[in-house]
């Protein structure tokens, strides 16, 4: 049973530039949700999309923008980058229990933008 | 907005000593409580969840958590640590809402575990 996938691990960008990250979620997980960990911080949460719809979203700039597929993966676009976008991403996937909602995340990818 | 406040940002233990880590959250409304832990180059893994009932839980590798409504608190224990759970553990709270479930997480606490 393959838990959550990301690609690619790392990556490295130059300010301004655009970048894809790519999650496959747990097998029979509907739900993705991605979230930012700068170095020395608790993860952040980005927003979530449930059926191909973003549910809900963080304070995070328009700058952010995602999509998820019909086969529940999800991609995690970034435009324009900043220094300050350099982290770890984390997609996170579940299925939503409706009050007993359980995140399984994945390794991440560590985005470095110089 | 929730927040989660972790007190301990580094925690330095003996083998064998007893652990407990603070985390508090601001809420007033139902949430569900977790504890994660990130190993060094490893992904998030859950140690233990509290959705309802019991406020004692057990997670895996022998940690507890207390969850103390009065006190919005959901403490994370162990009674004798091990040097392999050298990590850093993450308190968070999650809200269900209708169509979404949101992580707010604390900053962390770094734990070293000498020998």
């Known amino acids: 049973d393959a838990g959550v996938t990301q690609s690619p691990t790392h990556l490295i960008k130059t300010r301004g530039q655009q970048v894809t990250l790519r999650c496959s979620p747990k097998?029979?997980?509907?739900?993705v949700s991605w979230y930012q960990q700068a170095l020395g911080q608790g993860p952040q949460f980005i927003f979530q999309?449930?059926?191909?719809?973003?549910?809900q979203r963080g304070n995070f700039p328009d700058r952010f923008s995602g999509h998820q597929f019909p086969n529940y993966s999800s991609e995690l676009n970034v435009n324009a980058l900043l220094l300050g976008d350099s982290a770890l991403y984390l997609c996170?996937?579940?299925?939503?229990?409706?009050?007993?909602?359980?995140?399984?995340f994945g390794q991440g990818t560590r985005l470095t933008v110089v | 907005a929730q927040s989660v406040s972790q007190h301990n940002h580094h925690v330095i233990l003996s083998e064998a000593a007893s652990l407990e880590l603070g985390c508090n959250y601001s809420?007033?409304?139902?949430?569900?409580l977790f504890w994660y832990v990130q190993y060094p180059g490893q992904h998030l893994q859950l140690l233990l969840k509290?959705?309802?009932?019991?406020?004692l839980v057990k997670g895996i590798k022998g940690f507890e958590a207390e969850f103390i409504k009065s006190k919005f608190s959901f403490n994370l224990r162990k009674p004798s640590v091990q040097w392999s759970d050298t990590a850093e553990y993450f308190c968070?709270?999650?809200?269900?809402?209708?169509?979404?479930?949101?992580?707010?997480f604390g900053t962390g606490t770094r734990l070293q575990v000498t020998l």
């Open positions: 999309y449930y059926e191909e719809e973003e549910r």
């Open positions: 509290y959705f309802s009932g019991d406020p």
């Open positions: 809420y007033g409304g139902t949430v569900n």
């Open positions: 968070a709270v999650g809200r269900d809402t209708g169509t979404a479930s949101k992580l707010t």
């Open positions: 996170a996937s579940s299925f939503f229990l409706g009050g007993r909602t359980e995140a399984f």
């Open positions: 097998s029979g997980h509907d739900t």
